[in-house]
C-alpha cells in the first residue's frame, strides 16, 4: 500500500473501529463474533481500499459500516449463529463506554432489560438500522449507503423497529 | 393517512428527514391531532431511552493492536511501531471515550450548596419526566392552551412560547415540583432531543445569575431575571441549549406580566 493510502486509511477509516465493533456486537449479539467480524472486515478494508475514493471521514464510516455488516451476514448465513436466542446478559454490555450512573438511570433494571430484550429480538435489518441511526447518528442516505437499500426501506425499516421497541418499552412500564 | 403511515412521518420528521415543506405540513398536523402529537411524545421518550440505555462499546485493546498490525503489513513496515501510528491512535482512544464536558454557554458559575441541591432536583425531575408516560399533563403545541393549563395549579402565570418557528416546538407542560414549591414544567423538542424548562418566579436573589452544567451526560443552563428562575435541561448539545435558553428569556422578559 502506497505511503498516502496508509495515511488516508489511517485519517478515515481506522478512528471508526468502536463504531465498527458497536455494529459487530449488535448484529452478532457476542463479544468473540463481534471481534472477528470487525477483525476481517479491516482485512477487507484494507484489501479493497484502493478502489475507495473517499476522502471524508464520514465517507470512511459509512463504506467500513458496510464492509462490517456484510461481513456480518455473510458470517450468520454461514453459521447460523442467529438460530438461537441470546437473553441479555449484564456481563455481556459490561464493557461499554457509557459510564454508569445509577442516580441518573432512565429506566428500572426490568424496563431496561426489556428494551435490551426488545432490540435483541429484532430482526437483524431492523436492528442494524436502530444502532446506525440511534447510536452513530447516521442519516437515511447514509444508512442506505451502508444497508445497500433505497431511503424508502430505511425509513420504514426503522420505523417499524421502533414501533416494536416502544410496544415492548410501554408493555413493561404497564405491567409493573 | 394510516397509523403507519403516520408513525413513518413522525419519525422521519424528528430524524430531520423530512423536507422542509413536509415538516412545515407535519407541525400543523400535530397542533392540531392529539393522537400524533402523543405519538410524537413517545417516539421522544423512547429516543432518550434508546441513547441513554443501549450502550456503544469500545473496541478490546487485542482487536485494536491486531487492526493496527495488519495496517502496518499492509502498508509494508516492519513490526517496529510506526512512529507516527502510536499518537494516532492514543488520539482516538481519546476521541472514543466521548467524555461530554461543558463548554461556553452560560458561563460556569459557583456551586452553592443550596444550589446544588436544587440542581440535583432539578436533574432527578428530568429523568423522571422521561420516564415513558410522565412527560407531560398537557399536549400540545399551543401555547393558548398551554398557559392556561396552568391556571389554578400554580400562584403564577408561566410564560409560554412556541418556538416552532425557530427549530424548537413546544410539545408541552406539567406541574412539577421543585425546592419545595409547584412549578411549571415546559417541554420543548429539538430534532429527537428533548427539552425541560423548569420555571418559577424570583423572589429576589442574585438576578442575572447564569451557569452551566453538565451532570451524567446531561446539560443543566440556570439563570435567574427579574421575573423568573429558568432551569433548561437536556441531552441536547450545549451550543444549540444556549441557543434555546436565550430564545426562552427574550420571550420571557418581552411578555411578562404577572
Known amino acids: 500500500m502506497e505511503r498516502d493510502q496508509v495515511g488516508r486509511f489511517e485519517a478515515i477509516v481506522l478512528p471508526h473501529l468502536d463504531a465498527a465493533y458497536t455494529l459487530a456486537r449488535y448484529l452478532t449479539r457476542n463479544e468473540d463474533d463481534a471481534r472477528e467480524v470487525v477483525q476481517d472486515a479491516y482485512l477487507r478494508a484494507l484489501k479493497y481500499f484502493d478502489g475507495f475514493h473517499g476522502a471524508e471521514a464520514s465517507e470512511g464510516r459509512s463504506w467500513l459500516m458496510a464492509i462490517v455488516r456484510n461481513t456480518a451476514f455473510t458470517r450468520r448465513r454461514r453459521h447460523r449463529l442467529d438460530a438461537t436466542t441470546t437473553e441479555f446478559d449484564e456481563e455481556l454490555h459490561s464493557d461499554s463506554i457509557a459510564e454508569s450512573h445509577p442516580e441518573a438511570e432512565l429506566l428500572g433494571a426490568a424496563a431496561r432489560e426489556s428494551l435490551h430484550q426488545a432490540l435483541d429480538r429484532l430482526p437483524l435489518e431492523f436492528r442494524e438500522v436502530i444502532v446506525l441511526r440511534e447510536l452513530e447518528g447516521m442519516s437515511y442516505k447514509e444508512i442506505g449507503e451502508v444497508a445497500g437499500v433505497p431511503v424508502g426501506t430505511v425509513m420504514s425499516r426503522l420505523s417499524r423497529a421502533r414501533h416494536r421497541l416502544q410496544q415492548a418499552l410501554w408493555a413493561e412500564q404497564k405491567g409493573g | ?86 499518537p494516532s491512535w492514543r488520539w482516538m482512544a481519546l476521541a472514543a471515550g466521548i467524555a461530554l464536558v461543558a463548554v461556553g454557554g452560560w458561563g460556569l458559575g459557583a456551586h452553592r450548596a443550596a444550589d446544588a441541591a436544587l440542581r440535583d432536583q432539578v436533574l432527578a425531575s428530568h429523568v423522571r419526566s422521561l420516564m415513558p408516560g410522565h412527560l407531560t399533563d398537557v399536549v400540545s403545541s399551543d401555547q393558548h392552551t398551554v398557559k392556561p393549563w396552568f391556571n389554578g395549579k400554580l400562584d403564577f402565570s408561566p410564560p409560554v412560547n412556541d418556538f416552532t418557528g425557530k427549530g424548537y416546538p413546544l410539545i408541552g407542560g406539567r406541574l412539577d415540583y421543585v425546592g419545595g414549591r409547584p412549578v411549571a414544567a415546559l417541554v420543548y423538542q429539538r430534532r429527537q432531543h428533548l427539552i425541560n ?48 435558553a436565550r430564545l426562552l428569556q427574550h420571550a420571557g422578559s418581552a411578555s411578562s406580566s404577572p
Open chain 2, 197 to 244: 424548562v423548569f420555571l418559577w418566579p424570583s423572589t429576589g436573589g442574585a438576578v442575572g445569575e447564569r451557569t452551566s452544567i453538565t451532570r451524567q451526560g446531561y446539560h443543566l443552563l440556570h439563570s435567574t431575571t427579574p421575573e423568573y428562575v429558568y432551569w433548561v435541561v437536556s441531552d441536547l448539545g450545549t451550543a444549540e441549549l444556549s441557543e434555546f
Open chain 2, 1 to 86: 393517512m394510516t397509523h403507519e403511515e403516520m408513525r413513518l412521518q413522525v419519525d422521519a420528521y424528528l430524524d430531520g428527514e423530512l423536507a422542509p415543506r413536509d415538516a412545515r405540513e407535519l407541525e400543523t398536523h400535530l397542533k392540531d391531532c392529539q393522537e400524533c402529537a402523543r405519538m410524537r411524545e413517545a417516539r421522544l421518550v423512547l429516543g432518550t431511552a434508546i441513547r441513554r440505555e443501549v450502550p456503544e462499546f469500545r473496541a478490546p485493546e487485542e482487536l485494536r493492536a491486531r487492526v493496527r498490525e495488519s495496517l502496518r503489513s499492509a502498508a509494508g513496515v516492519n513490526p517496529k511501531p510506526a512512529r507516527a501510528a502510536v
